[in-house]
């Protein structure tokens, strides 16, 4: 009998015991990509649209809007177009917030060094503090998948963006990423 009890409680999934910092982190580490819609607010601003992020630091945004907002990124240029801009705005991918949030190694790193990791009533949540930004990443605390984060844009500006309808590791055709294909 002591050896049935020791099998079951050996053998039993481990998810049980493990802490939502390590679930968090195996889903993560299992994550190649994410799809999703997303609301964000920027100061009394609140845009709204579709992402896909594929690790490392690739990324496209359409907006809801009427100027067909795009922001995409390569993994070293962030470029944002829309039909209210005559030209297209460039960044270097590094010297933006995204370049962390994007960048799954790095989040995983950060994440080994918390000692506690916050929720709320919906979320898991961590405080990550690099080169004078502050960034705050939320997990689904049914799930674990990335819900979203809060930072500071390159014009000193609060953006909170929070992400529903999540999908995980769908086929993506990586030309997606292409700047070229969405400069005017």
Not at 166 to 171: D, L, P, S, T, W
Request: proline letters at 2%.
């Amino acid at each position: 009998m002591k050896y049935i009890i020791f099998i079951i409680i050996f053998f039993y999934p481990l998810n049980i015991f493990a802490s939502s910092k390590q679930l968090i982190k195996n889903k993560l580490e299992g994550t190649n990509n994410v799809s999703f819609k997303f609301i964000q607010k920027i100061g009394d601003k609140t845009e709204q649209g579709e992402c896909i992020i594929s690790y490392p630091k690739k990324i496209l945004c359409i907006y809801d809007d009427i100027y067909n907002k795009i922001l995409v990124s390569n993994g070293r240029s962030l470029v944002i177009n829309s039909k209210k801009i005559k030209n297209y705005l460039r960044y270097q991918l590094k010297d933006t917030p995204l370049n962390l949030i994007l960048d799954k190694k790095f989040l995983l790193e950060k994440l080994d060094q918390v000692e506690v990791i916050q929720e709320n009533d919906e979320t898991f949540y961590f405080e990550i503090i690099h080169d004078n930004n502050l960034l705050n990443i939320f997990f689904d605390k049914n799930n674990y998948d990335i819900k979203g984060w809060t930072t500071t844009d390159i014009y000193q500006n609060s953006v909170e963006t929070k992400l529903f309808n999540i999908e995980v590791n769908m086929m993506i055709d990586e030309k997606t990423f292409r700047v070229q294909n969405y400069i005017n």
